[in-house]
């Protein structure tokens, strides 16, 4: 799984914990520490989506258009990383029973453990979230 998952969640928890105000992407960029073009690639997932808005302008920048206890982690993951379980296997030997049948057995399990993961974070909120942060 890539970091888009951790830096997604980071971006709705900080906007959660601050859901009184607009969050400029300079505050978000600094509270997660990456480059700001990729930070602007994933906000613009989470407004796509529906889980935040976007103001422009002067006053303009992000806050959540949802209540933290209705957004949940397999929304985000959806989003950032739905797919990114499965591993990717080398080209195989056909000509080895191993080789021709491990790629789709290894997809097979990991798409399951993929849906397995996802029931797991439909329970988990980012208000969750915020309560172990203890804030």
Known sequence: MN???SIAVHCVTYLATRSEQ???????AHSVTVHPARLRKILSL???EGIILSK?????????KEKAENITLDKIFMLTSEGTLVPKCPEANENCIVGKNLSSILINIFDDAEKHLMNYLKGITIQDIIKEINI
């Open 22 to 28: 607009i969050v400029t992407s300079e505050d978000l």
């Open 56 to 64: 422009e302008g002067a006053k303009g920048g992000f806050s959540l």
């Open 3 to 5: 970091s888009d998952f």
């Open 46 to 48: 989470l407004r796509k």
